[in-house]
T-cell receptor
Framework: KNEVEQSPQNLTAQEGEFITINCSYS?????LHWLQQHPGGGIVSLFM???GKKKHGRLIATINIQEKHSSLHITASHPRDSAVYIC???????????FGEGTQLTVNP | KAGVTQTPRYLIKTRGQQVTLSCSPI?????VSWYQQTPGQGLQFLFE???????NKGNFPGRFSGRQFSNSRSEMNVSTLELGDSALYLC???????????????FGEGSWLTVV
């Protein structure tokens, strides 16, 4: 079992839909990152969370430390949101990141 | 300010050769980490440097090495290349290896390595 599990692996939505991507982890962490990767490779860090909830524009990220679970929500999805979304955790005792397998999101117009 | 810069962006090498990849972090960032991304294994941590010292190393063979210079620029080297080393190599920088608010990580565009 991977230390970081994401679901779903693939997600197709219609423009305007509300989207949720889930991340569960099995180790103690000091922080959790949500990353976005577009074709071509570049990765952007969307959020870094250690507790609670963060919001940036149409994106919302939440984390429940007790349940070892985080969610990334996209409200009013748009085709430009199409990308791979990756959950990554930073261990409690170190600084290395462990990654989920990613969620391929496709938003159709 | 300029982002994380990785060079070269694309390269093709033959088995047995070695390769050196370069990463220039965002100005003021002292922590640089390297990752390998392949279709089969996803993203995997290679190593992390802070103030010219390797702080952490992933589960990769000794053929993979790196270093960091006094200006925080970092290089990684892969010797005796194998076909399985074909991957996207990503570098990321941050202020330092802590979890202070705002200490997020910034990734470069990556170096695409193909080994033939």
């Amino acid at each position: 079992k991977n230390e970081v599990e994401q679901s779903p692996q693939n997600l197709t939505a219609q423009e305007g839909e509300f989207i949720t991507i889930n991340c569960s982890y099995s180790v103690g962490i000091s922080a959790l990152h949500w990353l976005q990767q577009h074709p071509g490779g570049g990765i952007v860090s969307l959020f870094m969370l250690s507790s609670g909830k963060k919001k940036h524009g149409r994106l919302i990220a939440t984390i429940n430390i007790q349940e070892k679970h985080s969610s990334l929500h996209i409200t009013a999805s748009h085709p430009r949101d199409s990308a791979v979304y990756i959950c990554a955790v930073k261990g409690a005792s170190g600084s290395r990141l462990t990654f989920g397998e990613g969620t391929q999101l496709t938003v159709n117009p | 300010k300029a982002g994380v810069t990785q060079t070269p962006r694309y390269l093709i090498k033959t088995r047995g050769q070695q390769v050196t990849l370069s990463c220039s972090p965002i100005s003021g960032h002292r922590s640089v980490s390297w990752y390998q991304q392949t279709p089969g294994q996803g993203l995997q941590f290679l190593f992390e440097y802070f103030s010219e010292t390797q702080r952490n190393k992933g589960n990769f063979p000794g053929r993979f090495s790196g270093r960091q210079f006094s200006n925080s620029r970092s290089e990684m080297n892969v010797s005796t290349l194998e076909l399985g080393d074909s991957a996207l190599y990503l570098c990321a920088s941050s202020l330092g290896p802590n979890r202070a608010p705002g200490n997020t990580i910034y990734f470069g565009e990556g170096s695409w390595l193909t080994v033939v």
